[in-house]
């Protein structure tokens, strides 16, 4: 395009036109200067004294886009109700809209959209598909890498690492606790440190409800002595016995044991039961722990079942699952209880001892 320059003084509208007669440049009264067309410049410079602007506008749709440099400050941006948008490769990368959020390789509010978007006066949204969302790095000393405020500002709470590059969650109220996961432990924190007996695990009317243990529990200390490895409860079948006969379909029932650490507690009650084909000395077997302790004496109830002398007991052997029905007399030696056999029969079995770790 050949340009043709018109003096000023020549023209009440000076002006630069080109070789088809048409006016490419408008310079008016104020001298302002009014392109139209394509402008193609190699380092246009604008400058004035008083907030230098440029404004391009789009007469069809009344879209008005500047660029100002004022008070020791430069601005980009639209002076009509529409977005700006930023673009690298034709393609939207970036986006204000007219309420002021702004958008992050996205162009809509739609949550599951990829993207971040930052809603004026509400809330911060990262999406993303199969990749971490947000990532935070601290490079130098440790310390809070994430901080929590309300109101005015002032903190409630942080995510962050200690000196001895453990993850911890921390409340910065006074008095209030928090979590240090080290390796490979949890630890309590109060008022922003690590703390020892100061720290509870619910409260009366805000309980945890199960917790799943695979080793054992420390109580009241920290020795092997105070530790709890171990709690059971549980059914068996505890099957009647006959020293010298018994029927070919034993009698049966459903006895229960808990066992707490080492000890184990059983209770057995055969009730009404036909006890016709046993004869002789009176066992009950199945226990599913054996004792391993010495002889155990337990409580022992009958009625009718069998017949002794002076007391009865049941009586488990050293590394014994069987409860021997005794007969413990007065000055002399024990004696097995002999079965009473028939209908309408009863016995109660109970007792405590100690069995394997």
Same mark, same amino acid.
């Given at each position: 395009?050949?340009?043709?320059?018109?003096?000023?003084?020549?023209?009440?509208?000076?002006?630069?036109?080109?070789?088809?007669?048409?006016?490419?440049?408008?310079?008016?009264?104020?001298?302002?200067?009014?392109?139209?067309?394509?402008?193609?410049?190699?380092?246009?410079?604008?400058?004035?004294?008083?907030?230098?602007?440029?404004?391009?506008?789009?007469?069809?749709?009344?879209?008005?886009?500047?660029?100002?440099?004022?008070?020791?400050?430069?601005?980009?941006?639209?002076?009509?109700?529409?977005?700006?948008?930023?673009?690298?490769?034709?393609?939207?990368?970036?986006?204000?809209?007219?309420?002021?959020?702004?958008?992050?390789?996205?162009?809509?509010?739609?949550?599951?959209?990829?993207?971040?978007?930052?809603?004026?006066?509400?809330?911060?949204?990262?999406?993303?598909?199969?990749?971490?969302?947000?990532?935070?790095?601290?490079?130098?000393?440790?310390?809070?890498?994430?901080?929590?405020?309300?109101?005015?500002?002032?903190?409630?709470?942080?995510?962050?690492?200690?000196?001895?590059?453990?993850?911890?969650?921390?409340?910065?109220?006074?008095?209030?606790?928090?979590?240090?996961?080290?390796?490979?432990?949890?630890?309590?924190?109060?008022?922003?440190?690590?703390?020892?007996?100061?720290?509870?695990? &619910? #409260?009366? =009317?805000?309980?945890?409800?199960?917790?799943?243990? /695979? %080793?054992? $529990?420390?109580? +009241?200390? *920290?020795?092997?002595?105070?530790?709890?490895?171990?709690?059971?409860?549980?059914?068996?079948?505890?099957?009647?016995?006959?020293?010298?006969?018994?029927?070919?379909?034993?009698?049966?029932?459903?006895?229960?044991?808990?066992?707490?650490?080492?000890?184990?507690?059983?209770?057995?009650?055969?009730?009404?039961?036909?006890?016709?084909?046993?004869?002789?000395?009176?066992?009950?077997?199945?226990?599913?722990?054996?004792?391993?302790?010495?002889?155990?004496?337990?409580?022992? &109830? #009958?009625? =009718?079942?069998?017949?002794?002398?002076?007391?009865? /007991? %049941?009586? $488990?052997?050293? +590394?014994? *699952?069987?409860?021997?029905?005794?007969?413990?007399?007065?000055?002399?030696?024990?004696?097995?209880?002999?079965?009473?056999?028939?209908?309408?029969?009863?016995?109660?079995?109970?007792?405590?001892?100690?069995?394997?770790?």
């Amino acid at each position: 395009m050949a340009l043709t320059q018109v003096p000023i003084e020549l023209s009440s509208t000076p002006g630069i036109v080109d070789n088809s007669n048409a006016t490419a440049i408008t310079i008016d009264s104020s001298e302002n200067v009014t392109f139209s067309g394509t402008v193609t410049a190699d380092g246009l410079t604008l400058s004035d004294s008083t907030n230098p602007t440029l404004t391009i506008t789009d007469t069809t749709n009344t879209t008005t886009l500047f660029l100002e440099a004022a008070n020791l400050s430069t601005t980009v941006g639209t002076s009509t109700n529409h977005p700006l948008k930023f673009d690298t490769n034709n393609t939207e990368r970036m986006r204000v809209d007219e309420l002021g959020n702004l958008y992050i390789a996205k162009s809509v509010t739609t949550y599951n959209t990829e993207g971040a978007f930052f809603e004026k006066g509400a809330a911060l949204e990262l999406t993303t598909s199969g990749g971490r969302v947000l990532r935070l790095n601290r490079t130098s000393t440790d310390g809070n890498i994430l901080e929590f405020n309300r109101g005015s500002g002032s903190p409630v709470g942080s995510i962050g690492t200690s000196p001895t590059a453990n993850f911890n969650i921390n409340s910065s109220q006074s008095g209030h606790v928090g979590l240090e996961f080290g390796s490979p432990n949890i630890m309590p924190m109060k008022d922003g440190a690590l703390a020892d007996n100061a720290v509870d695990l &619910g #409260v009366s =009317s805000q309980r945890f409800r199960n917790i799943y243990l /695979a %080793g054992g $529990i420390q109580l +009241g200390g *920290t020795g092997s002595a105070n530790k709890l490895d171990d709690y059971e409860e549980g059914t068996f079948t505890a099957s009647l016995r006959g020293a010298n006969t018994q029927p070919g379909t034993l009698v049966t029932t459903t006895g229960y044991y808990t066992k707490i650490g080492r000890t184990f507690t059983y209770n057995i009650s055969f009730e009404n039961v036909d006890t016709t084909g046993y004869s002789g000395a009176v066992s009950v077997t199945g226990l599913p722990m054996a004792n391993n302790f010495g002889r155990h004496v337990g409580a022992a &109830g #009958v009625y =009718s079942l069998a017949s002794w002398t002076d007391n009865v /007991a %049941g009586i $488990i052997n050293s +590394g014994a *699952t069987t409860i021997d029905l005794m007969d413990i007399r007065s000055e002399n030696g024990w004696a097995s209880t002999t079965h009473n056999a028939g209908s309408t029969r009863y016995l109660w079995l109970s007792g405590t001892y100690m069995t394997t770790a």
